[in-house]
């Protein structure tokens, strides 16, 4: 998988629907997800697709911390939902991995934003929002990029790993 470097120099990675592999999976269990994630400075862009399962929450659950302890730091999610068809999960099972997720310890401040346009990319975004349970997450729903982005980066000044000490992941 080609990895790029954004201005920052922290790389890039592309995660794509036929052909991602699940970080950690042995080869039996690898399975494709419905996104493609890009890191772009302090922020992991998700664009899902398709039609989101609950075994695609368990691999994004798996993948931000990953992602967060290579990096270096919590980052800032943008979440666009622009190619999805829906979603063949039970809230009830969203819930459970809710609860699992409750336990990652995310150490300041981090937001995360939902570009959601139409009646099932909204429906999904309320579901993530609805059951976050995450400490120091705060999610909003935006219907547009621009918005969103404008959202996370009127962030308060002082409230990362780089101005609180001992915050650093």
Same mark, same amino acid.
């Given at each position: 998988?080609?990895?790029?470097?954004?201005?920052?120099?922290?790389?890039?990675?592309?995660?794509?629907?036929?052909?991602?592999?699940?970080?950690?999976?042995?080869?039996?269990?690898?399975?494709?997800?419905?996104?493609?994630?890009?890191?772009?400075?302090?922020?992991?862009? @998700?664009?899902?697709?398709?039609? $989101? !399962?609950?075994?695609?929450? +368990?691999? &994004?659950?798996?993948?931000?911390?990953? #992602?967060?302890?290579?990096?270096?730091?919590?980052?800032?999610? @943008?979440?666009?939902?622009?190619? $999805? !068809?829906?979603?063949?999960? +039970?809230? &009830?099972?969203?819930?459970?991995?809710? #609860?699992?997720?409750?336990?990652?310890?995310?150490?300041?401040?981090?937001?995360?934003?939902?570009?959601?346009?139409?009646?099932?990319?909204?429906?999904?975004?309320?579901?993530?929002?609805? #059951?976050?349970?995450?400490?120091?997450?705060?999610?909003?729903?935006?219907?547009?990029?621009?918005?969103?982005?404008?959202?996370?980066?009127?962030?308060?000044?002082?409230?990362?790993?780089?101005?609180?000490?001992?915050?650093?992941?």
């Amino acid at each position: 998988m080609p990895e790029q470097a954004s201005a920052s120099g922290i790389p890039t990675a592309d995660r794509h629907r036929n052909s991602p592999l699940v970080a950690g999976a042995e080869p039996a269990s690898i399975t494709a997800v419905p996104y493609t994630y890009t890191i772009e400075d302090r922020i992991v862009h @998700l664009a899902w697709s398709g039609v $989101v !399962a609950k075994e695609d929450l +368990q691999a &994004i659950g798996r993948e931000m911390p990953r #992602l967060a302890a290579e990096l270096g730091f919590a980052p800032d999610v @943008l979440h666009t939902f622009d190619a $999805v !068809a829906g979603y063949s999960f +039970q809230p &009830i099972a969203a819930y459970a991995l809710s #609860l699992l997720r409750k336990r990652v310890v995310i150490p300041y401040p981090v937001r995360s934003a939902a570009v959601a346009r139409t009646p099932e990319s909204l429906a999904l975004a309320r579901i993530f929002i609805a #059951l976050n349970r995450t400490r120091n997450l705060t999610m909003e729903v935006f219907d547009s990029e621009e918005k969103a982005r404008r959202w996370i980066a009127a962030k308060p000044v002082g409230t990362d790993e780089r101005t609180i000490p001992g915050a650093s992941s």
